[in-house]
């Protein structure tokens, strides 16, 4: 199957400081790449969706300016947690589809982001 | 208003028995998909059916797509500790974009 990765895996800052999260699809080009937050025992919840080369889309209630997302070419999607603070504390993983229309969706193997 | 709804949340079995997951929808899918999801990583895609009374067979893992492509289970025979996990289904819905994820069956096999 399709592989997706992401780095880094763990990440520990300090409130207020901002984080960036990559996820490459390393064997396919994904025209569409999606960001989750997970919170502990719970299912995913979608934040984003990134096409290349234009504006992320972002689901109700996800600040943009909060998360910011760039999907700069086909392989290589990031998610910016700006001025982070504790809240901000998820498992973040991303997908990606391997060409239009697929359906399903390949997941990188999530951050975990602890602000302190 | 989780759009499907997976039974039951929770599951605690011995080894050696069998179960079954149920993922449910008022709403038509155009395929449904089952993941497994790993404590601290990220979901590991099982399968996906697209036909109405599809069967499809993965080793010890039987996963059904209902007629009317509304709802799908997953069995398991003989459950083993290597099946502890997050059982992740989500769906197409015709005309969609977005996939739409139920809230998971956490299972765990004890030994």
């Known amino acids: 199957g399709a592989v997706v990765s992401q780095h880094p895996s763990r990440v520990i800052c300090k409130s207020g400081t901002s984080v960036k999260i990559e996820c490459r699809s390393l064997d396919f080009q994904a025209t569409t790449m999606f960001w989750y937050r997970q919170f502990p025992k719970q299912s995913l919840m979608l934040m984003a969706t990134s096409n290349e080369g234009s504006k992320a889309t972002y689901e109700q209630g996800v600040e943009k300016d909060k998360f910011l997302i760039n999907h700069a070419s086909l392989t290589l999607s990031t998610l910016t947690v700006t001025s982070a603070h504790p809240e901000d504390s998820s498992f973040y993983i991303c997908?990606?589809?391997?060409?239009?229309?697929?359906?399903?969706?390949?997941f990188g193997p999530g951050t975990r982001l602890t602000v302190l | 208003t989780q759009l499907l709804e997976q039974s039951p949340q929770f599951l605690s079995i011995q080894e050696g028995e069998n179960l079954t997951v149920y993922c449910n929808s008022s709403s038509v899918f155009s395929s449904l998909q089952w993941y497994r999801q790993e404590p601290g990583e990220g979901p590991v895609l099982l399968v996906t059916v697209v036909t109405g009374g599809e069967v499809k067979k993965l080793k010890r893992l039987t996963f059904q797509f209902g007629d009317a492509r509304k709802d799908s289970s997953l069995h398991i025979t003989a459950a083993q500790p290597g099946d502890t996990g997050l059982y992740l289904c989500a769906g197409g819905r015709t005309g969609g974009f977005k996939t739409i994820f139920g809230a998971g069956t956490r299972l765990f096999v004890k030994a």
């Open positions: 997908s990606a589809r391997d060409r239009k229309g697929a359906r399903e969706q390949f």
